[in-house]
């Protein structure tokens, strides 16, 4: 399986909006980003300060990025079948919390296991999902976290 254009599109929407950043900008989290939210090029070198993308390379990059990164994760680490939209959500978490947190996390655990209110609570929930910045709670992410629930659930873009 591979990711959606309904699910690339569901990312950029979380990401910049409906646009793309062009000049690198340092995200809430303090890392520099470009794009629709990539902190690493292509060649894996990380975004610095002053760096422009065009969008078409910015639309490159993330995809590639999805493709390297959280259907690479995918395949390695969740037991579980999803459906497009089910596997589409896990790429938008993956790409935004990394896969390192996803690997490590209790709502990986959960999902593994069929356990879908307990996954939905690991992911979203406002004081233990992945809902945080340097410890603090994100609105932001808090709400990011709701709508990929409601996409995992009801399977509505």
């Not at 410890?135 to 709400?143: A, D, H, I, M, P």
């Amino acid at each position: 399986m591979r990711i959606s254009r309904e699910g690339i599109y569901f990312i950029k929407r979380e990401e910049e909006g409906k646009n793309y950043a062009p000049k690198a900008y340092k995200c809430p989290a303090g890392y520099w980003t470009i794009g629709w939210g990539c902190r690493y090029w292509e060649n894996g070198k990380e975004v610095k300060e002053n760096e422009i993308i065009s969008e078409d390379r910015a639309d490159t990059l993330l995809e590639k990025k999805i493709y390297d990164i959280s259907e690479y994760y995918i395949k390695q680490i969740v037991a579980v079948d999803l459906n497009q939209h089910g596997y589409d959500v896990l790429c938008s978490l993956i790409f935004n919390v990394g896969p390192g947190a996803f690997k490590k996390s209790k709502a990986l655990k959960y999902l593994n296991e069929r356990n879908i209110e307990k996954f939905k609570f690991e992911v979203s929930d406002r004081n233990n999902g992945f809902t945080k910045i340097n410890g603090k709670v994100s609105e932001g992410l808090y709400k990011r976290r709701l709508r990929e629930m409601e996409l995992f659930i009801n399977k509505k873009y």
